[in-house]
Nanobody, 126 residues
């Protein structure tokens, strides 16, 4: 069974930081691209960040570039999203995602073309 379990969400003040974690199981993690998407109430799912076994293969949405960092540990089957300088517009449910292929392919994935976690809520508010 493919499973992706997110954790680390919560309430943070603007300008603060959070680190999201994703624990993966049930697939060959080292050969899969992994990443993060988010969805705010009433809005469409939005790509945030993606990476793979290739270090240069990292992609970020323009809205988070320079503030967020994605990382992974193949030995631990873990993916992290370090979020700094958080803004109220970052408020959303964040979903861990994975698929066979490249980070670019995951970035461009539809809902049906990847595996997804259940999501973790991130709220940025004073």
């Amino acid at each position: 069974q493919v499973q992706l379990v997110e954790s680390g969400g919560g309430l943070v003040q603007p300008g603060g930081s959070l680190k999201l974690s994703c624990a993966a199981s049930g697939f060959t993690f080292s050969t899969y691209a992994t990443g993060w998407f988010r969805q705010a109430p009433g809005k469409e799912r939005e790509f945030v960040a993606a990476n793979s076994w290739s270090v240069p293969s990292r992609y970020y949405a323009d809205s988070v570039k320079g503030r967020f960092t994605i990382a992974r540990d193949n030995a631990k089957n873990m993916v992290w999203l370090q979020m700094n300088s958080l803004k109220p517009e970052d408020t959303a449910v964040y979903y861990c995602a994975a698929r066979a292929g490249t980070a670019q392919e995951l970035r461009d994935s539809s809902q049906s073309s990847a595996y997804w976690g259940q999501g973790t809520q991130v709220t940025v508010s004073s």
